[in-house]
T-cell receptor, first 115, second 112 residues
Framework: DTGVSQNPRHKITKRGQNVTFRCDPI?????LYWYRQTLGQGPEFLTY????????KSRLLSDRFSAERPKGSFSTLEIQRTEQGDSAMYLC?????????????FGAGTRLSVL | ELKVEQNPLFLSMQEGKNYTIYCNYS?????LYWYRQDPGKSLESLFV?????AVKQEGRLMASLDTKARLSTLHITAAVHDLSATYFC????????????FGTGTRLKVLA
């Protein structure tokens, strides 16, 4: 499978717990984006990487959120001390910067439910 | 701050009918994308429009871009049930991150 892969697909956790999601982009893509989508809304940008460098973070990304992309390959998104408001679908996308259109290809997402 | 608005938010239509979804955005951009999302699934790229007057067609869907009016349209011709999904437009900033700013989506239901 050469698409964007996200794990786990679903995560149920109790408020206050820490969770970590993983994203494996399309192998030759140098840009990786994280978005958050709540029910009935469009995805909202959280952060992005070019290779291993995190170049921008949204104001939506509080101090409880951290993302990494070691070696410019897979990426992880960690949420510490989860809150009920963190419940959402977390989407990862990748693109090859320099390609025409810089189309972002999305993974299936990780649905987080905070109880 | 770039804002993207879609209308209508919900659309219920009969098979065989035509309809248009509108996407308005607030800041200059020449990169606009249309995606489809089925329930519980991820976003599938439909079209990328990169210049004023660009028109792309695939099957019963046709997308166009008017950068001067800051407007894109997604036209559906002779709708079929399989087109039922949520359609998002997204505008990308023309430099830097190229992050997408998404519209709120149009939930389309095609009735047999």
């Amino acid at each position: 499978d050469t698409g964007v892969s996200q794990n786990p697909r679903h995560k149920i956790t109790k408020r206050g717990q820490n969770v970590t999601f993983r994203c494996d982009p399309i192998s030759e893509h140098n840009r990786l984006y994280w978005y958050r989508q709540t029910l009935g809304q469009g995805p909202e940008f959280l952060t992005y990487f070019q290779n291993e460098a995190q170049l921008e973070k949204s104001r939506l990304l509080s101090d409880r959120f951290s993302a990494e992309r070691p070696k410019g390959s897979f990426s992880t998104l960690e949420i510490q001390r989860t809150e009920q408001g963190d419940s959402a679908m977390y989407l990862c996308a990748s693109s090859f910067f320099g390609s025409q259109g810089n189309i972002q290809y999305f993974g299936a997402g990780t649905r987080l439910s905070v109880l | 701050e770039l804002k993207v608005e879609q209308n209508p938010l919900f659309l219920s239509m009969q098979e065989g009918k035509n309809y248009t979804i509108y996407c308005n955005y607030s800041t200059t951009s020449d990169r606009l994308y249309w995606y489809r999302q089925d329930p519980g699934k991820s976003l599938e790229s439909l079209f990328v429009l990169l210049s004023n007057g660009a028109v792309k067609q695939e099957g019963r869907l046709m997308a166009s871009l008017d950068t001067k009016a800051r407007l894109s349209t997604l036209h559906i011709t002779a709708a079929v049930h399989d087109l039922s999904a949520t359609y998002f437009c997204a505008v990308a900033l023309s430099s830097g991150t190229y992050k997408y700013i998404f519209g709120t989506g149009t939930r389309l239901k095609v009735l047999a």
